[in-house]
């Protein structure tokens, strides 16, 4: 009763352990896959096998429960490819829709739609935050500017979708452009701004008048102004 009561233990003891060894390790790969992480790998194979020893330890004798461990731990990692895998094409599929809106869903999205009016070099594209979907608009202007509006939004299909949240604004002046001979582009910025749907609509009413909110424009363009245009895009 004893010998039975401290395996009962054992068992549970491995199991809970096993199970949240799996969570930090899954949560440490899914977050860095994008690199080769071997240690969230090694930790999540080392966690299916305790887990299954401690389960296998209510049906088994130890030296055959921890034999069935060993054989789980390569099986926890393929599991792990297999679910991520998964994920990624769920994922994908769920979101088929979300670029082609950026493209027909402009007219829907009012600030999107005044900085086409505003601005000639001005595109749209849909990026992902921690709430869900961003639908964002980038403009190119003065030879110097770059202005950046960043909304949440629900998407319903390619020409479907609307606002759920606040536009945010975010102004770049750039100071030097620089072309390496490979043709790479660096960029650095001397003046930044942030600001609302309220300073905005000012701006707009004032067909782009920035210093309706006190910040005035330097009429001096940069050179390799397009090459910055081109490699953001």
Known sequence: MQRS???????ITLI????????????????????????????FGLAGCVFVTGVA??????????????????????????????????TAFQNRNHQAFAANGVAQIQPARQMDELFDECHHYITYGKDGPLFNSVAYFGDRYQLTMQVPVNIQSKTSGSVTGEPQFYLNEIETITVSPSGGVDTSYSRNLHFGSAEWQKIFEAKGDFSTIGFDINPTGVANFQKHVDASR
């Open 5 to 11: 009561l401290l395996r009962a233990t054992a068992a």
């Open 16 to 43: 809970v352990f096993g199970s949240a060894m799996g969570f930090v390790s899954f949560e440490l790969v899914s977050n860095r896959f994008g690199n080769t992480d071997t240690l969230g790998l090694f930790l």
């Open 57 to 90: 330890l209510f049906f088994l004798r130890l030296p055959r429960a921890i034999l069935v461990g060993i054989v789980a731990a390569p099986l926890s990692i393929v599991l792990l490819f297999v679910l991520f895998w998964v994920t990624l094409f769920a």
